[in-house]
């Protein structure tokens, strides 16, 4: 279910890690009391399963509007997220990573969002100063519930671009982000269970947390295949205001049960 819920938010600017999160605590799964490296090494699972459909989205929408992907453009997508991950994701999880965070998160990112998107904006070309600006935005984005693709998306609104050009983005500078986050995460949950953990000749230890997280990464690819006809509908969208308010809306319901 984690990975259904991973894989559908994931192609949306609505936050995955916001819902995984939220919803676990609204459902009341034990998902929520598990060690805090246990939960980072199954969503690393989750965000490496959906990355590939990720990636196949971003590169069709470029080639549909006959766009290549520039390698020192995102680079500065890249920059100022992996710098400040490297640097303050631990300290952003310990003191930002909770439900009332994420939730305060997902409003206010809603709202900027739908304030964003009612700039006019009609260039379908982005600059070196795009990238840059979606890139700082992705740094704020670390904190659950801003949601990688909705920072790329308002930044790259308030800068001037049009819709389908934000979305084309928005998607491309996920994927290098992403891809850096699950290396990121993926070693320090290694090294966490390495010390944390006795050897063991029978592999069995190794097996059992290994099983759900498979089964989870094939959920989050599954569902995020599926979702696959919303990134069309998103790119021909004439407002966010719905999934702006969408945001907004669920931000209240995680607050009430803090």
């Not at 980072?40 to 766009?67: I, W, Y």
């Not at 998103?234 to 931000?251: C, M, Q, V, W």
């Amino acid at each position: 279910m984690l990975g259904a819920i991973q894989g559908a938010t994931e192609l949306l600017p609505v936050s995955s890690s916001g819902h995984l999160s939220l919803l676990p605590r609204l459902l009341g799964w034990e998902f929520t009391a598990l060690p805090g490296d246990a939960r980072k090494s199954f969503e690393v699972a989750l965000h490496a399963g959906s990355a590939p459909v990720v990636a196949a989205a971003a590169v069709r929408l470029q080639r549909r509007a006959g766009e290549r992907p520039d390698a020192a453009f995102l680079a500065l997508t890249l920059l100022p997220p992996a710098a400040v991950g490297f640097m303050l994701e631990r300290p952003i999880e310990e003191r930002l990573g909770g439900v009332r965070s994420a939730s305060i998160a997902q409003i206010a990112a809603g709202a900027a969002l739908l304030a964003a998107d009612r700039r006019p904006g009609d260039r379908n070309r982005a600059t070196a100063g795009d990238h840059l600006a979606v890139g700082l935005a992705q740094a704020v984005a670390l904190v659950p519930g801003i949601s990688r693709s909705g920072a790329a998306l308002t930044a790259a609104r308030m800068r001037g671009l049009s819709r389908p050009a934000a979305l084309r983005l928005s998607l491309s500078a996920a994927v290098p982000v992403t891809l850096a986050a699950i290396a990121l995460k993926g070693a320090r949950a290694v090294t966490a269970a390495r010390g944390s953990r006795p050897p063991d000749p029978s592999g069995e230890a190794c097996g059992r947390p290994l099983r759900p997280a498979l089964a989870g990464a094939g959920a989050a690819f599954a569902s995020a295949l599926a979702a696959w006809p919303l990134v069309d509908r998103l790119e021909r969208t004439r407002s966010y205001a719905p999934l702006a308010a969408y945001r907004i809306a669920i931000g209240p319901i995680g607050l009430l049960k803090t």
